[in-house]
Nanobody, 127 residues
Framework: VQLVESGGGAVQAGGSLRLSCAASGYTGRGLFMAWFRQASVKEREGVALLDSAGRTEYADSVKGRFTISKDSAANTLYLQMNSLKTEDTAMYYC??????????????????????WGQGTKVTGSS
């Protein structure tokens, strides 16, 4: 399974970015996907996830500002980030695993639940 993120960049506080994650190389059971981020000197943290039924989970810090979505035909996961803050600055990673199917809070907390990771895309929010 390959996950390739894109769309990162530098943006002023209050601005918007849309991240993409293109998935390939898997067959059979669907790929459960999520967004994580890691700021320097911090642990990787869950940002948002989405299951095939459309259920979502968001970190409290991004609720109301970020929206996760998926184009199943294109096997692409998105993260629309609005009202960006300087504290959103981090490397954003796409994560995937074939073992899970339903959205759950623990899947947003436990990075170790995912076997597949992209290389990350950098997001920098400036004041």
């Amino acid at each position: 399974v390959q996950l390739v993120e894109s769309g990162g960049g530098a943006v002023q506080a209050g601005g918007s970015l849309r991240l993409s994650c293109a998935a390939s190389g898997y067959t059979g059971r669907g790929l459960f996907m999520a967004w994580f981020r890691q700021a320097s000197v911090k642990e990787r943290e869950g940002v948002a996830l989405l299951d095939s039924a459309g259920r979502t989970e968001y970190a409290d810090s991004v609720k109301g500002r970020f929206t996760i979505s998926k184009d199943s035909a294109a096997n692409t996961l998105y993260l629309q980030m609005n009202s960006l803050k300087t504290e959103d600055t981090a490397m954003y990673y796409c994560a995937g695993d074939t073992r899970w199917s339903a959205a759950a809070t623990w899947l947003l907390i436990r990075a170790s639940a995912y076997n597949y990771w992209g290389q990350g895309t950098k997001v920098t929010g400036s004041s």
